[in-house]
């Protein structure tokens, strides 16, 4: 059986998705199935007619003169030419209530009309005009369609030849079904099995660009809001982006808010929008439309670029000069320039920038400044963003803390932070039983500390991290390989990295 992954034709022994990929569907991450279909239908007001020298088209109008004709179509069945000349071609004659009038019209060429000969009513003709002429039909106003295809017919008709049939046209269309599977479903004979989204992003805007591709650095998109013209999400929300240049946004454009409320959520569209200076277009989706399309907010979807991400932050000096090698640009180190040291600075930083100067320059750092972290986001989603902020690793996979407290008597370190920032951190994620060593506190908005990020070196039950008592603390993450922190001296600046 042929069948297509991600519309790649392929030869398929089974029914199943599971004899097309061995990546499996599931209820939080779908796949569409893209099923072709053909339909037929009659096409309203366009009438095949068949006669002895050939078929033609004819395509009506709603008037009472067409409805003529369809009610009594099997009477112009069989109907022979009983004049033709160089204007016209008459069928008749069928009888019809029509009144008669000797009044001259003008009519176009290839006009379809009814006409009477004789002006009597019970003669009545149809007339096909051949050429623009003027002339009198006996029925006022009469035109109720044109010739529209096998026009050279008409030339071709004489005397006697007559109307074989007259049907409605019909017609057969290719449409496409769509169906969300969340399990082994079975497929169909040329089923389209659709895993996952491709784009391609816009040089144009840079910062724009470098904000979708951090987002979806794992190669996952989530669903957070739908509706009938796009779907978008809001995990970067809040953050702040230059207004770049604003293009169209057309069915399948990736833009991101630059301003306003919202800014930072990514948007995808179905349908096409007018431009916007809040909106930045950094890309367009080339391949797999039709799961954001037909996915519901809460679900996820696979999604790839066609420019890889290039930024070095919390790699090793090696690792990058592997990957400049690899992509075929050039790569300086400064600093720790040892193959382990940690990068923490790239110039330039932004991809679209550094694949275009050709060069990145690395500076490199002594790893035992650089710290594994792991962050509790559903007990502490907004000291989690706080943090975040605070340390870069928003839209960084490099952070960094500055040393505000740390001596050799103290049992813990502490970071500065944003009073004014965390003048709304509410109290969430007190330590329970005790603060807990290698474990990240901040000060809440409830002291006047507010703010201050710290890490304890040893269990306490009295105090957290920054010092303050458990209902002044909000227990946000935990360093990993915490006991290095006790060589941190103030003013230092250690850096973060997800583990």
Sequence with gaps: MKAYLDYAPMDVDGDRISDVTDSMPTQEMPF????????????????????????????????????????????????????????????????????????????????????LSGYDKEMGVLTLSKMGHISRNGIEKSVFGKVTKGRHILDLLGTNDKIKDIREVEVRSEQYEYEVVTDDATIKENDNIITKTVIDVFEQCPFAVEHLLFLIRDGVLAIDKKNITYCRNDKLQGVSLPQESSLERKRGSISVRNAGKGKGSVFIYFRDAIEDKSHSVAGNIINGLELPMNLKPGQRFKIESKTERLNTLGLEQIEAEKITKRIGIGHER??????????????????????????????????????????????????????????????????????????????????????????????????????????????????????????????????????????????????????????????????????
Excluded at 32 to 44: D, G, Q, Y
Excluded at 69 to 74: A, G, M, R, Y
Excluded at 442 to 449: D, F, G, L
């Design 32 to 115: 569409v199935l893209e099923r072709k279909t053909t339909k037929s239908m009659l096409i309203k007001n366009r009438y095949e007619v068949v006669t002895d020298k050939g078929n033609f088209i004819i395509e009506t109008t709603n008037n009472k003169f067409h409805d003529f004709f369809k009610e009594n179509i099997e009477h112009f069945k069989d109907l022979k030419v009983q004049w033709a000349d160089r204007n016209t071609v008459n069928f008749g004659y069928v009888p019809t209530r029509m009144e008669p009038t000797r009044k001259q019209y003008d009519y176009d060429k290839y006009s379809v009309l009814l006409g």
């Design 334 to 499: 400064i600093g720790d320039t040892d193959d382990n040291a940690i990068i923490i600075e790239q110039d330039p930083e932004i991809t679209m920038d550094a694949k275009k100067n050709k060069k990145i320059v690395t500076k490199g750092i002594d790893p035992n400044m650089v710290f594994k972290i792991r962050l509790f986001e559903d007990k502490a989603p907004n000291s989690t963003k706080y943090f975040k902020t605070i340390t870069g690793l928003t839209t960084r996979q490099l952070g960094s803390l500055d040393v505000l407290v740390a001596h050799e008597d103290l049992d813990m370190i502490m970071f500065k932070g944003d009073q004014k920032m965390a003048g709304e951190l509410a109290p969430e994620n007190a330590p329970s039983n005790g603060s807990k060593k290698g474990r990240i506190g901040i000060t809440n908005m409830a002291s006047r500390q507010r703010g201050i990020i710290g890490v304890r070196f040893n269990d306490s039950e009295e105090y957290g991290p920054t010092g303050e008592d458990m209902y002044h603390t909000n227990c946000v993450g935990e360093v990993i390989n915490f006991e290095k922190l006790r060589d941190i001296k103030e003013g230092d600046t250690i850096y973060l990295t997800f583990e």
